[in-house]
T-cell receptor, first 113, second 115 residues
Framework: GENVEQHPSTLSVQEGDSAVIKCTYSDSASNYFPWYKQELGKRPQLIIDIRSNVGEKKDQRIAVTLNKTAKHFSLHITETQPEDSAVYFCAASIRAGANNLFFGTGTRLTVIP | KAGVTQTPRYLIKTRGQQVTLSCSPISGHRSVSWYQQTPGQGLQFLFEYFSETQRNKGNFPGRFSGRQFSNSRSEMNVSTLELGDSALYLC??????????????FGPGTRLTVL
């Protein structure tokens, strides 16, 4: 099955700096890559996603890049704010027509004011 | 639209018992997936239902089962509970496609504690 690895497991940045979280996946058939943000005690919230026919996607301060050849994708958050502090999960979906996500192990991001 | 809802939000059971969790998807969503979240194993896929049919299943024992009703609401059942089943159980719903992977929206989860 699909295996998603995520790094780093923890990340601390100063407010205003950028944060980058990286994920790799094992199955070249994976075609959908969402990122979720989970605050303590709350549900995972989708923040951005990318499909395999696109190399980059941006939404205000958040961007995701995908390198299909290397089988890795990254989340970039610019101008970080304290409210960005949370656990971020990457995921990959291995098969079209089946909504089963394989998640990375999560990155705890702390933005220091 | 109302978001994904799950009931109950908290549950305490003892080993050997069984439990049923419920998930109501966003109106119009036909796909419901279930995930188990634990500190040690992270987020793991349990199964997915689409139009009342189980479309995909993760690597969990047969004690974990589910079903989906005609109104897209879904239930999952865990029989013969073990201590290791203590977890946050999340369901997620997706709009309508049967041919592509859709964005999934998560519910708040049911926190199950097995004593």
């Amino acid at each position: 099955g699909e295996n998603v690895e995520q790094h780093p497991s923890t990340l601390s940045v100063q407010e205003g700096d950028s944060a980058v979280i990286k994920c790799t996946y094992s199955d070249s058939a994976s075609n959908y890559f969402p990122w979720y943000k989970q605050e303590l005690g709350k549900r995972p919230q989708l923040i951005i996603d990318i499909r395999s026919n696109v190399g980059e996607k941006k939404d205000q301060r958040i961007a995701v890049t995908l390198n299909k050849t290397a089988k890795h994708f990254s989340l970039h958050i610019t101008e970080t704010q304290p409210e960005d502090s949370a656990v971020y999960f990457c995921a990959a979906s291995i098969r079209a027509g089946a909504n089963n996500l394989f998640f990375g192990t999560g990155t705890r991001l702390t933005v220091i004011p | 639209k109302a978001g994904v809802t799950q009931t109950p939000r908290y549950l305490i059971k003892t080993r050997g018992q069984q439990v049923t969790l419920s998930c109501s998807p966003i109106s119009g969503h036909r796909s419901v997936s279930w995930y188990q979240q634990t500190p040690g194993q992270g987020l793991q896929f349990l199964f997915e239902y689409f139009s009342e049919t189980q479309r995909n299943k993760g690597n969990f024992p047969g004690r974990f089962s589910g079903r989906q009703f005609s109104n897209s609401r879904s239930e999952m059942n865990v029989s013969t509970l073990e201590l290791g089943d203590s977890a946050l159980y999340l369901c997620a719903s997706s709009p309508l496609s049967s041919e592509s992977t859709d964005t999934q929206y998560f519910g708040p989860g049911t926190r199950l504690t097995v004593l």
